[in-house]
């Protein structure tokens, strides 16, 4: 796909659905009693695999002509054993968010994903899952799918986290739905929390105080009315065009401003960045509001630790808007990106280089020297779909145009985004 440089964007959007929000509202519906109703859903192909595992173990679940979706809930003990293997695609979330809810089920199954799957760590799951009693088998001491996994009855766990990640996290918090006995989990540093509210909306006993979660079994959970609130993640492309391009304004509707998510408004507020939000509200425990972004001079900054969860997957548009910034952007603690869809740190200094920018690359992040006009150039999504939307961004401030091969990966999370795009592209 060919991107042109553009003038600014302009213009009110709407966006797609939160894809960790979309994934967890099929699963807690699934094991809910009674009927979910899910609006603004994420059609894109992740979430899509969730609804397929989800299918293959007996849950009625229908899109419908609006993109809602209703899910008819089997309970906690409802699920069947899938026919065939449960496949998950490219999706880390289902994944570990799956494993831990087949840990408490007492039928067997196979996992399996694809080539960018087949190569990210499950022995973070894996560890406190078998801990709490299950037994899982795979490639590499079950590191690597395919997996097989066979729950039982399981045990909580006092579990102290080694690395910041929501979906480890969540895992074990589905699994713990499941144990006989309370599970504590400790966060060092605090990830995305949504299923943490989302359980609660179920009438699960969860309580959070703190960085320190507390988990014990109830008899069944409640199906929910669920708004999707706009992915932060999909609106940082555009509120990172809209930073570097002069001349941008962009008003971007009831997006997802949970404090667990919003690093991106954090980073561009201390590069000098030119935002506000607006009708902020709380729907199904989480906070939305409308961003409006307009374009305005920026200073490099460093970023680092607990900002880091809060901001993981958009490191590859905040790296584009870095050659844009004035001075030396710092980006470390960051090596948790070496095992998302691609190396996301290889990807960027890559890619970068080749678009003529100032970076260096570190072994948890990297450092970029700004500001930089960009050169057009062949850029290599290496099949990741963030790599590929935050380079189809930095050809927006290019002096030719940039050619991202199989862009098609946008599907992975945000199908609409090039239509957005060309709709506000001046
Ligand atoms: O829980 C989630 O929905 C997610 C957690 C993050 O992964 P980690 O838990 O591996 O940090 C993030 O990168 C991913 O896109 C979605
Ligand atoms: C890392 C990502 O997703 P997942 O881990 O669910 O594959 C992402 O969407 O950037």
Known sequence: MIFNPISHIKGEINLVGDKSISHRAIMLSSISNGNSYIENFLMAKDCLSTIDCFRKMGVDININKDKSVSVKGVGLRGLKRPHGQLDVGNSGTTIRLLMGILAGQNFEANLIGDSSIAQRPMKRVTDPLRKMGAKIIGKDDANFVPITIHGGQLKGIDYIMPIASAQVKSSIILASLYASSQTRIVEKVKSRNHTEIMLKEFGANINVIDNEIYINQVEKLYGQNIYVPADISSASFFICAASMLKGSEILIKNVGLNPTRTGILEVLSQMGGNFEVLNKKVVCGEIIGDLLVRYSKLKAIQIGKELIPKLIDEIPIIAVLATQCEGTTVIKDASELK???????????????????????????????????????KIDSFNDHRIAMAFSIAALVADKDTCIDNFDCIDISFPEFTDILRKVSY
């Open 339 to 377: 095992v998302k869809e691609s190396n996301r740190i290889k990807s960027v200094v890559l890619n970068l280089k080749a678009m003529g920018a100032d970076i260096e690359e570190l072994e948890d992040g990297m450092i970029i020297n700004g500001p930089c006009k960009l050169k057009g150039t």
